[in-house]
């Protein structure tokens, strides 16, 4: 009975101290916590859960859904017309190439293009003495003689600037006429220039005109009522999506017939006029823009609370035509042509934050 009982208060006490007791292993403490976990379950188990009457749920007051009006942005530009203007180091630079390939080169054989005391054999031996080599653009060079190896310019040697170069040209491009002129001299006729890289709208200052800076992206800023430049936003109506929005912003009121174009047309009709022939690259946003009104404003209609807009652009090409805001349903006042720089002085400090990115640098 005394061992009974003392196996007995044993076994109670490893139970409830199971990881104290150094005299048990920790397999046999380890079954014995599984046994209380699995008791302890089914006491849970068995114990019914107190039933509770249904409370209704308490109703509150409808607050309006604060959201982002969604607008539909679009970046129009005009690609570059010419190349960029060279610095002075590419004039320098290739001018070399061209002097140093005229050392390269073989002699010019002028017997094989002109026959021997002919107007022009007579015409090439004059203009060889005057510039001594066969190329018409390097100046006075002979790469055949003793100096030929000096054929790097001194700093501030007109030779290399491209309209020294197109003097030249022309000067050797000209003809010999028949008789003389009024002092004496051969007549000469004169062959066409080329065009001007400044235009007659870079003269005039004239931002309205897309022939001007005929070497830099050009981009659509247009001035709204509120007398903010920026460029032409319009927002969503219905069901339409961004690519279906942005014609509203290019082209003038007409009447079309199919839903879908009516809201492809839209955006492009309202800002920019029909007179202007023009290509949307893709389908995807290239950026956007986040505005915050000072204070929220309630859609009664809808019975949403605007928090501000939110414009995302699409990016689009101009291929012929001009801008004419006359008649424009998104209250337009005016309209420039700008390249990057200038679009920085005209636009808010914030809106040229999230728009600088989308713009090329040339």
Same mark, same amino acid.
């Given at each position: 009975?005394?061992?009974?009982?003392?196996?007995?208060?044993?076994?109670?006490?490893?139970?409830?101290?199971?990881?104290?007791?150094? *005299?048990?292993?920790?397999?046999?403490?380890? *079954?014995?916590?599984?046994?209380?976990?699995?008791?302890? =379950?089914?006491?849970?188990?068995? /114990?019914?859960?107190?039933?509770?009457?249904?409370?209704?749920?308490?109703?509150?007051?409808?607050?309006?859904?604060?959201?982002?009006?969604?607008?539909?942005?679009?970046?129009?530009?005009? !690609?570059?017309?010419?190349?960029?203007?060279?610095?002075?180091?590419?004039?320098?630079?290739?001018?070399?190439?061209?002097?140093? +390939?005229?050392?390269?080169?073989?002699?010019?054989?002028?017997?094989?293009?002109?026959?021997?005391?002919?107007?022009?054999?007579?015409?090439?031996?004059?203009?060889?003495?005057?510039?001594? /080599?066969?190329?018409?653009?390097?100046?006075?060079? #002979?790469?055949?003689?003793?100096?030929?190896? #000096?054929?790097?310019?001194?700093?501030?040697?007109?030779?290399?600037?491209?309209?020294?170069?197109?003097? =030249?040209?022309?000067?050797?491009?000209?003809?010999?006429?028949?008789? /003389?002129?009024?002092?004496?001299?051969?007549?000469?006729?004169?062959?066409?220039?080329?065009?001007?890289?400044?235009?007659?709208?870079?003269?005039?200052? *004239?931002?309205?005109?897309?022939?001007?800076?005929?070497?830099?992206?050009?981009? $659509?800023?247009?001035? *709204?009522?509120?007398?903010?430049?920026?460029?032409? /936003?319009?927002?969503?109506?219905?069901?339409? +999506?961004?690519?279906?929005? @942005?014609?509203?912003?290019?082209?003038?009121?007409?009447?079309?017939?199919?839903?879908?174009?009516? !809201?492809?047309?839209?955006?492009?009709?309202?800002?920019?006029?029909? +007179?202007? #022939?023009?290509?949307?690259?893709?389908?995807?946003?290239?950026?956007?823009?986040?505005?915050?009104?000072?204070?929220?404003? $309630?859609?009664?209609?809808?019975?949403?609370?605007? $928090?501000?807009?939110?414009?995302? &652009?699409?990016?689009?090409?101009?291929? %012929?035509?001009?801008?004419?805001?006359?008649?424009?349903?998104?209250?337009?006042?005016? &309209?420039? @042509?700008?390249?990057?720089?200038?679009?920085?002085?005209?636009?808010?400090?914030?809106?040229? %934050?999230?728009?600088? #990115?989308?713009?090329?640098?040339?």
């Amino acid at each position: 009975m005394d061992t009974g009982r003392g196996s007995t208060r044993l076994l109670s006490l490893l139970i409830r101290r199971p990881s104290r007791d150094p *005299n048990v292993c920790r397999a046999c403490r380890q *079954n014995i916590q599984r046994r209380q976990y699995a008791s302890s =379950a089914a006491a849970v188990a068995e /114990t019914p859960a107190p039933s509770h009457d249904h409370v209704p749920p308490v109703t509150q007051a409808s607050v309006p859904q604060r959201s982002y009006q969604v607008k539909a942005g679009l970046v129009l530009s005009r !690609a570059p017309l010419i190349t960029r203007d060279l610095t002075t180091f590419e004039q320098a630079y290739f001018f070399y190439q061209r002097r140093l +390939n005229e050392r390269l080169a073989l002699p010019f054989t002028r017997y094989f293009y002109f026959k021997k005391d002919t107007p022009a054999d007579l015409e090439w031996k004059r203009k060889q003495k005057e510039r001594h /080599t066969a190329a018409r653009d390097i100046g006075v060079y #002979n790469a055949y003689s003793k100096e030929g190896w #000096n054929d790097e310019l001194l700093v501030g040697a007109p030779e290399s600037d491209p309209e020294h170069q197109v003097e =030249a040209l022309l000067k050797d491009a000209e003809v010999p006429g028949i008789g /003389t002129d009024e002092l004496g001299e051969s007549r000469k006729e004169s062959v066409e220039r080329p065009m001007s890289r400044v235009t007659e709208a870079d003269k005039q200052g *004239n931002e309205r005109s897309l022939e001007r800076r005929l070497d830099r992206t050009m981009y $659509l800023l247009v001035q *709204n009522d509120q007398g903010r430049w920026r460029f032409p /936003t319009a927002g969503l109506e219905g069901k339409e +999506n961004l690519h279906q929005v @942005w014609p509203i912003l290019i082209s003038s009121v007409e009447p079309v017939v199919d839903m879908e174009s009516q !809201a492809t047309e839209r955006v492009i009709v309202q800002a920019g006029g029909v +007179n202007m #022939n023009t290509w949307v690259v893709g389908h995807v946003p290239i950026g956007h823009h986040q505005y915050k009104y000072p204070t929220p404003r $309630l859609i009664e209609d809808k019975g949403a609370e605007e $928090l501000g807009e939110k414009t995302f &652009f699409m990016k689009a090409r101009i291929m %012929a035509g001009a801008a004419d805001i006359a008649g424009n349903k998104l209250g337009l006042t005016d &309209f420039k @042509w700008l390249c990057k720089e200038e679009v920085q002085k005209q636009v808010s400090p914030g809106y040229w %934050a999230t728009v600088r #990115n989308m713009l090329a640098e040339r």
